[in-house]
């Protein structure tokens, strides 16, 4: 056997081996953990059939078409920060109340919602939202699973946890051909982002600005190029690429589902 030709073979694999591994990290970010427990207070918006829960400020539209369905939460500004909580997942629990159920079981709600100030009422009578307040207006079928609906606020312990999505992340095109708005959402990991970037199949990549909730948005020309997308997570700083997401004839309107995601 001639060696050189061995060693030539034997740098190839390696090679192919650390591309591959490259490509994998790209996909998968490192597992988002769980923050210390606060404390808070909740109380919950809409009805049974949370209605009035779709849409909101975080622009995710029909929250079961989203994904998100009725275990939602509207934060208070101080949590919202400009939208850049949107996607969040929060544990929540009923603390030192006599309305809380029994056993005091937690549930897990996604942000999806701004709960604005009420600057007509005092921040511990009725202005519950307002800063530096911490708070959570829930919809009312996740907040039932914490209390009895009548006791209105409740106090609560809460915290920062992964968000386990199914599948990857999904990018909601709006705009036109010269203005290019996403929407993304099952956003996995810490679930929230703090910059994106969209690369076109004859661009570099190029920075896109946040908009409002969770959208970003770019001012290119990019129709008739399959697009990707490179994710930052606000918390974490870390970056997923999601590659050849949308084909080079996307539209508006369309959601476009990726097999990248944070965990």
């Given at each position: 056997m001639d060696l050189f030709s061995s060693s030539s073979s034997?740098?190839?694999?390696?090679?192919?081996?650390?591309?591959?591994?490259?490509?994998?990290?790209?996909?998968?970010?490192?597992?988002?953990?769980?923050?210390?427990?606060?404390?808070?207070?909740a109380t919950f918006y809409g009805d049974e059939t949370g209605s009035e829960t779709m849409g909101g400020a975080c622009g995710y539209g029909n929250l079961f078409n989203s994904g998100y369905g009725l275990d939602t939460a509207a934060l208070s500004t101080t949590l919202f920060k400009d939208g850049y909580g949107c996607g969040q997942c929060f544990q929540i629990v009923c603390v030192n109340s006599k309305h809380c159920n029994y056993g005091r079981p937690s549930t897990v709600v996604t942000?999806?919602?701004?709960?604005?100030?009420?600057?007509?009422?005092?921040?511990?009578?009725?202005?519950?939202?307002?800063?530096?307040?911490?708070?959570?207006?829930?919809?009312?079928?996740?907040?039932?699973?914490?209390?009895?609906?009548?006791?209105?606020?409740?106090?609560?312990?809460?915290?920062?946890?992964?968000c386990k999505r199914s599948g990857g992340m999904r990018f909601q095109f709006q705009g036109n051909s010269y203005w290019l708005l996403v929407f993304v959402m099952n956003v996995g990991g810490a679930g929230d982002i703090k910059s994106m970037a969209v690369k076109g199949s004859r661009t570099?990549?190029?920075?896109?600005?946040?908009?409002?909730?969770?959208?970003?948005?770019?001012?290119?020309?990019?129709?008739?190029?399959?697009?990707?997308?490179?994710?930052?997570?606000?918390?974490?700083?870390?970056?997923?690429?999601?590659?050849?997401?949308?084909?080079?004839?996307?539209?508006?309107?369309?959601?476009?589902?990726?097999?990248?995601?944070f965990r």
């Open positions: 034997l740098k190839k694999l390696f090679a192919i081996v650390f591309v591959a591994f490259a490509i994998s990290i790209e996909f998968v970010a490192g597992y988002y953990r769980p923050s210390p427990w606060r404390y808070a207070h942000a999806t919602n701004l709960c604005p100030p009420n600057w007509y009422q005092d921040s511990n009578n009725g202005g519950w939202c307002n800063p530096p307040r911490t708070h959570f207006d829930m919809a009312k079928p996740a907040f039932m699973k914490l209390a009895y609906w009548r006791a209105g606020i409740i106090p609560v312990a809460y915290r920062r946890v992964p570099n990549w190029i920075s896109m600005s946040h908009n409002w909730g969770a959208s970003y948005q770019a001012f290119s020309s990019l129709y008739g190029q399959s697009l990707s997308f490179r994710v930052t997570s606000y918390t974490t700083g870390e970056t997923v690429y999601a590659w050849n997401v949308a084909p080079a004839n996307w539209n508006a309107g369309m959601t476009y589902k990726s097999g990248a995601n």
